[in-house]
């Protein structure tokens, strides 16, 4: 189960199924540079693993793979993933290059451990489908099990870079969740997707300090983006929004 630590109760999830179903459970805690496309981010990406592994023993983890970058990167890779029609929409254009990062560490990671099971989260539905693609592509023979996404009691998407949100961002990011549920609802109802996309898009500019950068909707295993809701095809809505200097991502699959 890879991480990047800073660990909550959405990655203890992912370890609580993988303790349920696998004899042997390996969580590894790895801040990834070469997936940070905001040298930033990386620098400020929260760090807790004392914590962590308290967390994760509790847990019932066998084993912590807790890596220097040296380790990873005796040398900087040549290698470059590209995973086609993934890499020109959402988080990837957004972030350049963060799934070829993504891609690298994930296929490092399976190669050292050597897992029969992979646990991913619900909550990087775009990056679901990339180790998706990479499992099949590259045959790795691992099976791939994604794990709903953990919230906050009033919705907003458990993630570790929530710790840097200020009170009132915390706050703030709650519009994130609910313009997710809101345009949900009007769907099902039978709203235009268009019409609802543009209401949402006028609600976050309403908001000083928000900045969207996408709210889409999408075919949920080949990422297609929609311009009509089709309650017989699987979809989610995707969105990624700054709070202050806090980039969140979340999604809700809308039927399934
Ligand atoms: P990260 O440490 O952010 O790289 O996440 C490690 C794994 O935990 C990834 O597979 C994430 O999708 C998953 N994850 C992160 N946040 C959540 C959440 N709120 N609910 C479920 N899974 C999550």
Redesign the pocket.
């Known amino acids: 189960?890879?991480?990047?630590?800073?660990?909550?109760?959405?990655?203890l999830?992912?370890v609580k199924k993988c303790v349920a179903q696998a004899d042997c459970t390996v969580v590894s805690?790895f801040v990834?540079p070469t997936q940070f496309n905001n040298q930033e981010d990386f620098e400020k990406y929260p760090s807790s693993v004392k914590e962590d592994l308290d967390l994760l023993e509790s847990a019932g983890v066998d084993y912590v793979f807790l890596p220097e970058v040296d380790t990873m990167y005796p040398s900087s890779p040549v290698l470059k993933l590209n995973f086609g029609h993934l890499e020109t929409i959402l988080e990837g254009a957004f972030r350049p290059g963060h799934f070829n990062g993504v891609g690298v560490i994930v296929s490092k990671l399976f190669h050292i451990i050597r897992p029969d099971l992979a646990?991913?989260?619900?909550?990087?539905l775009q990056?679901?489908a990339i180790?998706q693609t990479l499992v099949r592509d590259l045959s790795f023979p691992i099976e791939i099990i994604v794990?709903?996404?953990?919230?906050e009691e009033d919705g907003l998407?458990?993630?570790?870079?929530n710790r840097r949100l200020s009170d009132l961002e915390r706050k703030t990011a709650l519009i994130i969740f609910d313009s997710l549920s809101v345009a949900a609802k009007e769907l099902k109802e039978g709203k235009e997707w268009l019409v609802v996309q543009e209401q949402i898009i006028r609600q976050f500019q309403e908001q000083e300090s928000v900045k969207l950068e996408y709210f889409e909707l999408v075919e949920r295993e080949t990422f297609e983006i929609k311009k009509h809701f089709d309650p017989h095809q699987k979809m989610a809505i995707c969105v990624a929004a700054y709070v202050g200097e806090i980039r969140l991502i979340d999604n809700l699959i809308i039927n399934s």
Not at 119 to 124: L, P, V
């Open positions: 189960m890879p991480t990047m630590g800073a660990l909550h109760q959405g990655h999830d992912l805690i990834n646990f991913f989260g619900q909550k990087d990056q679901v180790i794990v709903p996404t953990r919230r998407a458990m993630s570790s870079r």
